[in-house]
């Protein structure tokens, strides 16, 4: 049989990746998926095992990356994403930034594949303008706890650029605001996750600071959606995809305790070091050059992601 394209996605069996897997597989066409699994779980990717068009291949990709064939695209989505584990993988998160990148970079270069990075909104830090547009060069701590991801996934930004201007590598870069949904991890430290599992178990739902830091949350498939329309379009800047309908972390907190029909009370931690005390991004960008916005709403996403949850609650419960 003969496939369409060609992908290799690195951080292929984490959250965002595993759903890239799944979207691109079910369009025909063939994924070579690369994860060393430090963050990354098999079980999000399983059951592609066996299929022709899937490839699984455990690399740590700070080595260099040897893929056999033609490969199109190169989807660099490797590296640890929450704040827990950057903070206990401070130099691998360093690492896959810079080393994971320049060789994710030098594999597209080789293939003469289009390449896509995933950046964050965490290149804006602790932001000063708000909300956040694609032109605003943020407010990072370099030397802060947080420093470690966010400067990670700025040089990963400039490499990316470099290799678009003095290698003429076709490069995309994204930068992904929080987002959520099946297969993130119980113990993820993220708000979502945090809460739910938290809920789920009538546990008190930890709160840090007063709550009143805002954030916005984009559902998986509604970002799935976005990067693949960003990688058919001829634009090499960074693009915002997130969901802007921006809402105070106490009040993310309620809502789900009341959609869990939850006996949860909150409970109030000091806030961490370097914390962004608002997150929202602005969107203009993506809906003029993708036609794209966020379409699913809070409660329907946070609905599917409690089903999620409770499954894998009682799967741990039984084993």
């Not at 690195?10 to 597989?25: E, K, N, P, Q």
Request: net charge positive; hydrophobic share 35%; with cysteine.
């Amino acid at each position: 049989m003969m496939y369409k394209y060609r992908y290799v996605i690195t951080g292929g069996a984490g959250f965002i990746g595993s759903h890239l897997c799944d979207r691109l597989i079910s369009q025909g066409h063939e994924v070579v998926c690369i994860d060393n699994l430090i963050t990354g779980n098999i079980d999000n990717i399983g059951y592609l095992f066996g299929k022709n068009n899937f490839l699984f291949l455990k690399h740590d990709i700070t080595n260099y990356i040897h893929v056999q064939g033609k490969v199109h695209y190169v989807l660099h989505f490797a590296s640890p994403a929450s704040p827990i584990d950057y903070l206990q993988l401070p130099i691998q998160t360093l690492k896959v930034g810079s080393l994971g990148t320049h060789k994710a970079l030098g594999l597209a270069k080789e293939k003469g594949a289009t390449f896509l990075l995933a950046s964050t909104s965490e290149v804006y830090g602790d932001p000063l303008i708000h909300p956040q547009g694609e032109e605003y060069w943020g407010n990072v701590n370099p030397i802060g706890v947080r420093g470690v991801y966010d400067e990670a996934k700025r040089f990963a930004e400039a490499m990316t650029m470099a290799y678009h201007r003095y290698h003429k590598v076709k490069t995309r870069i994204v930068r992904i605001f929080n987002t959520y949904g099946p297969r993130m991890r119980i113990n993820d430290g993220r708000a979502i996750p945090n809460f739910i599992s938290q809920a789920l178990k009538n546990d008190d739902v930890t709160v840090y600071g007063d709550g009143s830091q805002t954030r916005s949350f984009c559902y998986i498939d509604d970002l799935v959606e976005g990067i693949l329309r960003l990688l058919e379009r001829d634009y090499t800047n960074p693009v915002n995809l997130g969901n802007p309908a921006e809402m105070k972390l106490i009040e993310l907190a309620e809502k789900i305790v009341q959609i869990a029909g939850s006996k949860s009370q909150i409970k109030f931690l000091p806030l961490p070091e370097d914390d962004p005390k608002v997150r929202k991004p602005d969107i203009t960008l993506a809906k003029k050059l993708l036609g794209w916005n966020a379409k699913v709403t809070l409660e329907e996403g946070i609905g599917r992601t409690l089903d999620y949850f409770k499954r894998l609650l009682s799967h741990k419960e039984k084993t």
